[in-house]
T-cell receptor, first 113, second 107 residues
Framework: NAGVTQTPKFQVLKTGQSMTLQCAQD?????MSWYRQDPGMGLRLIHY???????DQGEVPNGYNVSRSTTEDFPLRLLSAAPSQTSVYFC????????????FGPGTRLTVL | RKEVEQDPGPFNVPEGATVAFNCTYS??????FFWYRQDCRKEPKLLMS???SGNEDGRFTAQLNRASQYISLLIRDSKLSDSATYLC????????FGAGTRLAVHP
């Protein structure tokens, strides 16, 4: 099993550009989530999904959209990138729910100029 | 105020030392709690869950104090390889992380 994969590993955007961060897992996990990590702020929950077709907002959802059309994939869309969205983005998955062990992907380092 | 807060450190300790991290949570309805370990420029990985009665895994002991709303992690006989950032987490219907505490173990 590849576990949780994220693409790209690195990305540089200009302010106003849009892009999609990809996340996929091959463990048939129901629960998936997106976090951003900034120095001094730790991991902050952006959006999460309890299964295909179901998503909900986390702590810092503004500026991001998600969808979950399949169990395997949970893409994160930045609609109009801003410098404040410069961060490291981690996708995570869990067999059932938020209160099981979370398996994290390797992260995407995003810089918005 | 963040829902889960912890001392950012860094904690600089010699090999063999005992070090303790505390983490407080503000939502009294929080149910499940965990400690994750994150190495530099890597993804977090589960270190251990935190059970109400306290639990131990080798040199690591985790405890939960619901009355005071904090969880703790004790590391005994620190090793160089324990150097990392330790993230506490908990929540009610979603998992919230603290900012992490950095530990540096030196010879």
């Amino acid at each position: 099993n590849a576990g949780v994969t994220q693409t790209p590993k690195f990305q540089v955007l200009k302010t106003g550009q849009s892009m999609t961060l990809q996340c996929a897992q091959d463990m048939n996990h129901e629960y998936m989530s997106w976090y951003r990590q900034d120095p001094g702020m730790g991991l902050r929950l952006i959006h999460y999904s309890v299964g295909a077709g179901i998503t909900d907002q986390g702590e810092v959802p503004n500026g991001y959209n998600v969808s979950r059309s399949t169990t395997e994939d949970f893409p994160l869309r930045l609609l109009s990138a801003a410098p404040s969205q410069t961060s490291v983005y981690f996708c995570a998955s869990s067999p059932l729910s938020w209160d099981n062990e979370q398996f994290f992907g390797p992260g995407t380092r995003l810089t918005v100029l | 105020r963040k829902e889960v807060e912890q001392d950012p450190g860094p904690f600089n300790v010699p090999e063999g030392a005992t070090v303790a991290f505390n983490c407080t949570y503000s939502n009294s309805a929080s149910q499940s709690f965990f400690w994750y370990r994150q190495d530099c420029r890597k993804e977090p990985k589960l270190l251990m869950s935190v059970y109400s009665s306290g639990n131990e895994d080798g040199r690591f002991t985790a405890q939960l104090n619901r009355a005071s709303q904090y969880i703790s992690l004790l590391i005994r006989d620190s090793k160089l390889s324990d150097s990392a950032t330790y993230l506490c987490s908990g929540g009610y219907n979603k998992l919230i992380f603290g900012a992490g505490t950095r530990l540096a173990v030196h010879p």
